[in-house]
């Protein structure tokens, strides 16, 4: 079975090296997770529980300039950069799901993506 729970944050990037992105601007950036599991109690993972986690890592992003918290902040490494910090959550909290899909929206017609295939 698989859940998923969204949330998003406002920050500022520039991307280093490009001509119109290379300038300081923002976005309200829209984070998707999807996660795999057992159906156990009716639950593969409480959405609260899932949402509190992932709000733990954009929290960190929320309202900052990205450039500060990730060396290159294109919508490729926020998406790696919260795949790595939520998967080490997951295994510290004991859930038994595996993360099978992340998307960073930048705009509503912009994202990138990592996808597990199992």
């Keep these: 079975m698989k859940v998923g729970v969204a949330e998003t944050f406002d920050a500022a990037h520039a991307i280093p090296g490009h001509d119109k992105c290379g300038k300081v601007h923002g976005h309200t950036f829209r984070v998707e997770v999807e996660v795999e599991g057992e159906v156990i109690d009716g639950?593969?993972?409480d959405f609260f529980d899932l949402k509190k986690m992932l709000?733990?890592?954009?929290?960190?992003?929320?309202?900052?300039?990205?450039?500060?918290?990730i060396d290159n902040p294109t919508s490729e490494n926020i998406?790696?950069?919260?795949?790595e910090e939520l998967e080490r959550k997951l295994k510290e909290s004991g859930k038994k799901v595996e993360i099978v899909k992340i998307r960073v929206y930048e705009?509503?017609?912009?994202?990138a993506e990592i996808s597990i295939e199992r």
């Design 55 to 69: 709000w733990e890592i954009l929290e960190n992003y929320d309202h900052r300039n990205l450039n500060e918290v």
């Design 79 to 83: 998406c790696i950069a919260v795949f």
């Design 43 to 45: 639950m593969v993972i």
């Design 107 to 111: 705009k509503p017609d912009k994202w």
